[in-house]
């Protein structure tokens, strides 16, 4: 080799990128370039003469001695990737160029090493090698398109939600999920913003590849070379069908719960109104002779408002105001009862039959009105089939475990009885369906529907704490599945048939609390008509007042329930340890909290439901002054 050729070579081992140096046979360093002082840390000076072990991460010098025998033994050269040590200890990945060299006469003498460092490449694969384990692990559904939105790549949680394999989507544009409810300028506007280069984020309803639609959440982000022009967009979505549904659920019972509390205001209100007008009319009537020209006039205005009241119990029900007899029962014999006259009410087209579970648990309602339920849904099963068609009452127990109860913002996992109806009739679509508890929605004919039938379906299932669920397709018919709480008390037996009330009249003095004064008008009217004398206040305070200073006897207390400051039953309790024998009734249409808690509803407290009328005030009066005494004669 001449002068001009070794000089060459020098100048392109100083000038390489790699670590270039030697070792003797010894395995003692002897050259080191520019670059290894570089990248190990060490002056020539440092290094020369040093063994090559310096260099070696400790346990790993037999790999080095075997790779030195290998080429000590004729072997040429040897490509491998390795770990050395810096200077200062650091660990650095290399890649290894190994080979002999010879001297004149052709015997090895040394080895020489050309090393370069890619411990930062190493980090660079390890690092993508993580990002690719988080993508492909990820529940969130990544797909990469190119630009023209044709599919390069999904993760496989693409596969798991949309049931697509993957290798069946590569290459195909990623509108294969288009369930068509988003118009086209929704996705123009999607388009252009990514265009663009900004991020889109939105809802879009895409379509399994069994058919089923759900709604993904999703953000679309372009992806830039490093000139900034656009190759790729990384799609990141995740379903989110079934937190919707559980928004929706939790919507509606807000709705519900508004539109109750507006109902029940509104009713409570009415009941005072339909008592005047209902009272006063029935007065009126009793005075008339049956040829009075004005006996027509008040029988018009006494029916609407018997009417109005019935409309009135049923907006109570809905919003879980109305006051409830509950009773331990078995929802079997509730049906059993029914049943004939059930039968009657669809009519004979009509194919009725129960499914009654043996061992069926006990509930605590009121079988009255459990009775109205049965009767509401089954009208609304026959007024679906017209013509012919079956219907069908079933009774069960039902457990409900979390996994339910996730799945249903209302339910309370628990012990439940369920009581379904199912017909066979037209059924429903999803929008019907999202009205129908709320009061007079109907699609019936003016005089058919008030639509007032499954809201109070709906209140008295609230109230009794269960729930209510309805299942219908248009054309398929429906089923309304009704959960009651499963108690573990054993059936109460029916109260005992109580003496016939044989005359309502009496002569007892009365003190009558309420504070609408029309009712209280009323009320006194009636009871002094039938002949008892009455003391009249208009508040509790005033009744407090009246019970410390008269003199006689107040045989019974009749009061309204839910009054300014003090509730009737508060009062009761007052004049209760004044006048301890002295009899109590209330009065009220209207259960709110305060009276549910105070005992009145539940306990065995005599209760008149507004509106009243004259007549059942009168029983009631007199069925509360004769109890635990011998009925006047
Ligand atoms: N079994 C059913 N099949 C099909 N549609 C039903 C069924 N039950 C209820 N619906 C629909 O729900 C609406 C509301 O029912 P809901 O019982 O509250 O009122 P209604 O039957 O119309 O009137 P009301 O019960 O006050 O006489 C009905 O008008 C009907 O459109
Ligand atoms: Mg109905």
């Not at 006494?302 to 409309?311: F, I, Q, Y």
């Not at 009654?356 to 009105?369: E, I």
Request: aromatic share 6%; charged share 25%; net charge negative.
């Amino acid at each position: 080799m001449g002068d001009a050729e070794l000089s060459l070579l020098a100048a392109v081992v100083n000038a390489s990128d790699d670590a270039i140096f030697s070792v003797d046979r010894d395995l003692n360093i002897t050259s080191w370039n520019g670059s290894a002082v570089r990248i190990y840390g060490y002056t020539p000076d440092e290094i020369k003469g040093q063994p090559i072990s310096v260099l070696i991460p400790v346990g790993r010098g037999d790999e080095t001695s075997a790779i030195g025998q290998k080429l000590f033994g004729g072997e040429s050269l040897v490509h491998y990737e390795f770990e050395h040590l810096r200077k200062d200890g650091a660990r650095l990945q290399v890649s290894l160029t190994l080979s002999p060299i010879k001297d004149a006469a052709g015997v090895i003498a040394g080895v020489s090493i050309i090393s370069r460092d890619i411990t930062e490449r190493k980090r660079a694969d390890e690092e993508r090698g993580r990002l690719i384990t988080a993508i492909e692990q990820s529940a969130e559904v990544v797909i990469i398109t190119n630009t023209k939105g044709e599919i390069e790549y999904v993760n496989p949680s693409f596969t798991r939600i949309t049931g697509h394999r993957r290798e069946d989507v590569i290459g195909l544009n990623a509108n294969v999920q288009g369930s068509g409810k988003q118009d086209q300028a929704y996705y123009q506007q999607m388009w252009a913003t990514i265009l663009r280069g900004d991020i889109w984020h939105g809802e879009i309803v895409n379509r399994r590849k069994d058919g089923t639609l759900y709604t993904e959440e999703m953000n679309i982000a372009p992806v830039r070379d490093a000139q900034g022009a656009i190759t790729h967009f990384i799609a990141n979505k995740r379903d989110v069908t079934e937190r919707k549904r559980i928004e929706d659920q939790f919507r509606q019972a807000q709705k519900m719960e508004a539109v109750g509390r507006l109902a029940g205001g509104i009713a409570h209100d009415f009941n005072n109104l339909l008592t005047v007008i209902n009272g006063y009319s029935e007065m009126g009537l009793e005075r008339l002779t049956a040829e009075d020209p004005l006996r027509h006039t008040l029988e018009q205005i006494h029916k609407a408002g018997e009417r109005a009241v019935s409309l009135t119990r049923q907006l109570l029900a809905f919003s879980r105001q109305q006051t409830l007899a509950p009773r331990v029962l078995d929802l079997n014999a509730v049906v059993a009862g029914v049943e004939t006259m059930l039968r009657r009410l669809v009519g004979e087209d009509i194919e009725l039959t129960t499914v009654r579970d043996g061992a069926l648990g006990h509930v605590k309602a009121d079988p009255g009105q459990i009775e109205q339920v049965l009767m509401n849904l089954s009208v609304n099963a026959r007024d679906a089939m017209p013509g012919a068609g079956k219907l069908s009452i079933e009774t069960a127990n039902v457990d409900f475990d979390d996994t339910h109860a996730k799945r249903h913002v209302a339910i309370t996992p628990g012990r439940y009885v369920m009581l379904a109806v199912s017909d066979t009739g037209i059924g429903m679509d999803a929008e019907t369906q999202s009205h129908i508890f709320e009061p007079f929605f109907t699609t019936k004919a003016k005089d058919k529907g008030t639509g007032l039938g499954l809201a109070m379906v709906y209140g008295f299932v609230k109230q009794a704490g269960g729930h209510i669920w309805v299942y219908s397709e248009p054309g398929q018919g429906t089923t309304v599945k009704i959960y009651l709480p499963r108690v573990a008390d054993a059936v109460e037996p029916l109260p005992s048939v109580r003496t016939p009330v044989r005359t309502a009249a009496g002569s007892e003095t009365v003190l009558l609390v309420e504070d609408d004064e029309a009712v209280r008008a009323l009320a006194s009217g009636i009871l002094q008509q039938c002949g008892y004398k009455v003391l009249e206040s208009t508040s509790p305070e005033d009744a407090l007042q009246i019970c410390e200073r008269h003199e006689e006897t107040i045989h019974l207390l009749l009061t309204d329930v839910v009054m300014p400051r003090i509730s009737g039953p508060k009062t009761a309790q007052r004049m209760g340890a004044l006048r301890p024998g002295m009899k109590v009734l209330y009065i009220s249409g209207y259960t709110d909290d305060s009276a549910v808690r105070a005992g009145v509803v539940e306990g065995d407290a005599a209760f008149l439901q507004k509106p009243f009328t004259g007549t059942s005030l009168a029983r009631a009066v007199r069925e509360v002054l004769d109890q635990g005494s011998e009925p006047n004669s």
